[in-house]
């Protein structure tokens, strides 16, 4: 059984960063995508980033494109998300995910695996 484990949330002033990781646990075998969702109060689940496990290919939604970055290390299958200028919209409950099967990217039912969240708070 695969398990996701995410670290590194927090409270982070705007303009500041943070890094968030996330270990798969279970040695997850013909892994397409690792991602990264978020979901704010009161609002819908949303794509932030992914990786395609196998090649260089990264997704970022318009939101975060030039202020985050995902990153990963295969031989630990760990991703990574470095969240640099960082804004109070970006407060949210960071998920990552994992897919097994080819599918769109940003697309969470893409996804067959999921951690349990962690908390990023951007104060002003």
């Known amino acids: 059984q695969v398990q996701l484990v995410e670290s590194g949330g927090g409270l982070v002033q705007a303009g500041g960063s943070l890094r968030l990781s996330c270990a798969a646990s279970?040695?997850?075998?013909?892994?397409?995508?690792m991602g990264w969702f978020r979901q704010a109060a009161g609002k819908e689940r949303e794509f932030v980033a992914a990786t395609y496990w196998s090649g260089v290919s990264t997704y970022y939604a318009d939101s975060v494109k030039g202020r985050f970055t995902i990153s990963r290390d295969n031989a630990k299958n760990t991703v990574y998300l470095q969240m640099d200028s960082v804004k109070p919209g970006d407060t949210a409950v960071y998920y990552c995910?994992?897919?097994?099967?080819?599918?769109?990217?940003?697309?969470?039912?893409?996804?067959?695996?999921w951690g349990q969240g962690t908390q990023v708070t951007v104060s002003s």
């Open positions: 279970g040695r997850p075998a013909n892994l397409y995508y």
């Open positions: 995910a994992l897919a097994r099967r080819l599918g769109p990217a940003v697309i969470a039912s893409t996804y067959e695996y």
